[in-house]
């Protein structure tokens, strides 16, 4: 039995939102997601799906998208990316029952694998704009979007709070923390988010969202202060998915 995490799927079965012009590593990106999955995971793994599943913009148009992930092998827990218009973050229960015992939906809840609980929320973070001088010196950003961007932390961090005390409720010690959006962005050493993982003893802080040679590196990656810390995008994957405990 193994848990694996992957995100950032974006497909586009019913849209004609081809992720193709975003480079090599998008070509026929769903192709490599089934080789890859059909490869490593086994029916009985867990694997998280850390957002931005599909491009559609209701459940209808996400249809095919959610039939594709349904029949990729293991339990299939997905999280909330930006992109998942068709998850209403207040319906979260309903969609589980929809979908029940062939996706999970991950928010305001957790599941559990082995003795870990794993906990997530979409997240949030600012991503600029930020002002550079010519010769690439960060020089400032935008405030007043920053200071919205504080409020929708808090948000996310109600939530995640609520999938922590859920889990510690039951009993759960041993936390696995999965954010769509990274913990930290690139003003920061901190957030509330890495916070939460100190105070909680969490393991492993597992994210995505961040596309592109040059957002690689835009937040924590590796062991920082005895946590450790991955990023999942598909493209930065090369739609591989990663083991987490085996
Ligand atoms: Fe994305
Ligand atoms: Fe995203």
């Given amino acids: 039995m193994a848990l694996f995490a992957m995100g950032d799927f974006h497909l586009s079965f019913q849209t004609d939102k081809s992720m193709d012009i975003f480079g090599n590593v998008w070509k026929h990106h769903e192709k490599k997601i089934e080789k890859n999955m059909k490869k490593l995971v086994a029916p009985e793994d867990t694997i998280v799906i850390t957002g931005d599943h599909s491009w559609?913009?209701?459940?209808?148009?996400?249809?095919?998208?959610?039939?594709?992930?349904e029949k990729l092998p293991g339990r299939k827990i997905l999280?909330?990316?930006?992109?998942?218009?068709?998850w209403d973050a207040k319906k979260t229960k309903?969609?589980?029952?929809?979908f029940n015992p062939k996706l999970f939906f991950l928010q305001d809840n957790f599941y559990s694998y082995e003795d870990y609980?794993?906990?997530?929320?979409k997240g949030?973070?600012?991503?600029?704009?930020?002002y550079y001088d010519p010769w690439g010196n960060l020089m400032g950003w935008d405030e007043a979007k920053e200071q919205h961007a504080q409020k929708l932390v808090e948000r996310e961090m109600q939530r995640l709070r609520k999938s922590f005390e859920a889990a510690s409720s039951e009993g759960y010690r041993k936390f696995i923390m999965f954010l769509h959006y990274p913990p930290t962005n690139i003003l920061?050493?901190?957030?509330?988010?890495?916070?939460?993982?100190k105070e909680y003893g969490v393991s492993r802080v597992?994210?995505?969202?961040?596309?592109?040679?040059s957002r690689y590196g835009d937040s924590i990656r590796g062991e920082h202060e005895g946590i450790r810390y991955e990023?999942?995008?598909?493209d930065y994957l090369d739609f591989c998915p990663v083991k987490l405990l085996s």
């Fill in 206 to 213: 597992v994210y995505s969202h961040c596309h592109g040679e």
């Fill in 124 to 130: 949030f973070t600012f991503e600029g704009p930020f």
């Fill in 231 to 234: 990023l999942v995008s598909g």
């Fill in 117 to 121: 609980a794993l906990v997530g929320t």
């Fill in 94 to 98: 309903a969609l589980n029952e929809r």
């Fill in 56 to 69: 559609g913009r209701n459940l209808e148009e996400c249809r095919l998208d959610l039939e594709f992930i």
């Fill in 79 to 86: 999280l909330r990316g930006n992109h998942d218009m068709f």
């Fill in 188 to 197: 920061e050493k901190e957030s509330p988010f890495t916070q939460i993982a």
